[in-house]
């Protein structure tokens, strides 16, 4: 990341999903491992990766622009 505007945008849908966890659609998978979910923000065109712990800890596994 590189810009003030970059950052802005990763915040905002990090803010989005600390706030509803369950709003990324989950990913396809095993019941072995953590069950992946992936968000997408269209306006500040930001995707994240992340899983939710037992705790309901947003661990989030990556970001990039769509």
């Known amino acids: 990341m590189t810009s003030e505007a970059e950052i802005h945008a990763l ?5 989005v999903v600390s706030v509803d966890p369950d709003v990324g659609a989950p990913l396809p998978g ?3 491992g953590p069950q992946l979910r992936h ?5 500040e065109r930001v995707r994240l990766l992340y ?7 947003v661990v989030v596994v990556a970001f990039f622009e769509v």
């Open 51 to 57: 899983w939710v712990s037992a705790l309901r800890t």
């Open 30 to 32: 095993d019941s072995t």
């Open 39 to 43: 968000y997408v923000d269209d306006v």
């Open 11 to 15: 915040d905002r849908a990090l803010v």
